[in-house]
């Protein structure tokens, strides 16, 4: 089983569309949709959920207000200013003056990083974990979908991906599939470093503007730092012919195979109101360009894998 993350360094290159129609191509693959923060591979990849299952991200630290001997010690200890002093709820027929005031834990600001629990000596502090999003098992129509929904300002997308790429690579190694195609997320942090790390492969998606060659650069320099092969294709390559030169020289200096160059089309957004990946609604010039991206990443991960062997 090999493992080809596609990645660009910046959102906005038309990764996901890529990641979409290699996905529609490749015979028998599983196929991640790692973008956490912003999944939207769903959108383009008809699909049917078959599976729903919560994801425990990291813990918060919640005062039991029973058991609280209001010592403010948790106050003194929290470097995140996540803990409070309020007053506390009026019961009916209560006096102002006998307003008991509550310790409390912002939720948003708790980093979950255990001290009070620590120095609490009441042990008046819970930790639990929480749930922060879903993941999800679809069926599409040449291999399963994995994919995820992380709650609003949740975090431990790092942790999300690393999941949901455990979980892929599961159900490839049950259903003898060959290959795991991942959408990663965009930039080089936490979670583009746990799409990538132990990938086989990498595809970045560029496209011929300053900002996307720094960016190409940077994921370079990553993958590199991962081991995993590298190839390249230039999206919207016609917009900037001799910045796409730039990017081929780029390429052959630095032991990059290059996988092709994708026409600006407007069929790709046509594809996307449709639902549909670009090769499942159009045979127009960009469609065509990422079939012979396909085909040029399937002959060189065998080549690479083969010399890897
Ligand atoms: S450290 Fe424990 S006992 Fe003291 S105020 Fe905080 S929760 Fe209450
Ligand atoms: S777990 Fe850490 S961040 Fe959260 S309230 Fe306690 S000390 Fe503050």
């Not at 503007?209 to 999206?235: E, F, P």
Request: negative net charge; proline residues 5%.
């Amino acid at each position: 089983m090999k493992e080809l993350t596609i990645i660009s360094g910046k959102g906005g290159t038309g990764k996901t569309s890529v990641t979409a129609s290699l996905a529609t191509l490749a015979p028998s693959r599983v196929v991640i949709d790692a973008d956490v923060d912003a999944a939207n591979l769903f959108l383009t990849l008809p699909h049917e959920v078959l599976e729903t299952i919560p994801f425990e991200g990291g813990h918060k630290a919640r005062i039991d207000q029973s058991l609280c001997i209001q010592c403010g010690e948790c106050v003194d200890r929290c470097c995140f200013d996540a803990v409070t002093k309020s007053p506390g709820q009026k019961s009916p027929g209560q006096d102002a003056q006998d307003f008991v005031e509550e310790y409390l834990i912002d939720p948003v600001s708790c980093e979950g990083c255990k001290v009070c629990v620590h120095f609490c000596p009441a042990d008046a502090i819970t930790f639990e974990r929480q749930i922060c999003g879903e993941k999800y098992i679809s069926k599409t129509d040449n291999g399963p979908m994995i994919h995820a929904r992380l709650g609003i300002a949740e975090e431990n997308s790092g942790l999300l991906v690393s999941q949901l790429r455990e979980q892929a690579r599961k159900m490839a190694k049950d259903h003898d599939i060959p290959l795991i195609i991942t959408d990663g997320p965009p930039g080089i942090g936490c979670p583009v470093i746990a799409s990538v790390s132990n990938a086989d492969a990498v595809l970045i998606v560029t496209e011929p503007t300053h900002s996307g060659i720094h960016d190409m650069v940077r994921v370079k320099k990553l993958a590199d730092q991962m081991n995993a092969a590298v190839y390249l294709c230039v999206n919207k390559a016609d917009l900037n012919p001799d910045m796409t030169l730039n990017i081929k020289k780029f390429c052959s200096e630095n032991a990059i195979q290059f996988a092709g160059e994708i026409p600006f089309d407007r069929d790709v957004i046509e594809s996307m109101k449709m639902g549909q990946s670009l090769v499942q609604f159009s045979r127009g010039p960009a469609a065509l360009a990422v079939e012979k991206v396909w085909q040029n990443v399937s002959e060189y991960m065998k080549k690479t894998m083969n010399r890897l062997l």
